[in-house]
């Protein structure tokens, strides 16, 4: 895939156009945006999905924490390292890579983070999982990454 993409660039082909004359190849391959009435878990769905559309990637980043068999604590997720740090820093649903021409024409991966919200969704004051989801983003982005909240494919494939 990563050789269609710098084909694209050498002929000045946008990765969108890329990515529909891949779906034309592979009519199989869905890329229908999740509506404004989906679920949480439709609008996860269609962001991963689009973001393969585009050459890129999301996975599924679940976080917690249990306990195993011989009763010792198991946390799992991206940044979930204890229960202090989890409080006010929480890595996002989907995480991946978006392929980003620069300014050279070459193309590079860059780290994102989504958290998805369903849609309607709004930030409330005191709402602490929000505001730590929230300090993970700010980090992704700081850093030169992308971090976003989604409630659909449009806040992230405008």
Request: hydrophobic letters at 40%; one cysteine or more.
């Amino acid at each position: 895939m990563r050789d269609v993409f710098s084909w694209a660039v050498r002929h000045g082909v946008s990765q969108d156009a890329v990515g529909e004359l891949l779906s034309i190849l592979d009519p199989g391959r869905p890329s229908a945006p999740a509506g404004d009435d989906a679920s949480e878990a439709a609008v996860q769905s269609s962001l991963m999905l689009e973001a393969a559309r585009r050459g890129g990637a999301l996975w599924r980043n679940n976080s917690g924490a249990c306990t195993d068999d011989r009763g010792r604590m198991v946390r799992y997720g991206l940044g979930n390292t204890s229960a202090k740090l989890n409080k006010f820093f929480k890595s996002s649903d989907l995480i991946g890579v978006t392929p980003t021409q620069m300014s050279d024409g070459s193309i590079v991966g860059v780290f994102t983070a989504i958290e998805v919200k369903s849609p309607g969704w709004t930030q409330r004051p005191g709402d602490d999982r929000a505001r730590a989801q929230a300090a993970y983003l700010n980090t992704v982005r700081a850093m030169g990454g992308i971090g976003k909240f989604a409630q659909s494919v449009k806040d992230i494939f405008p």
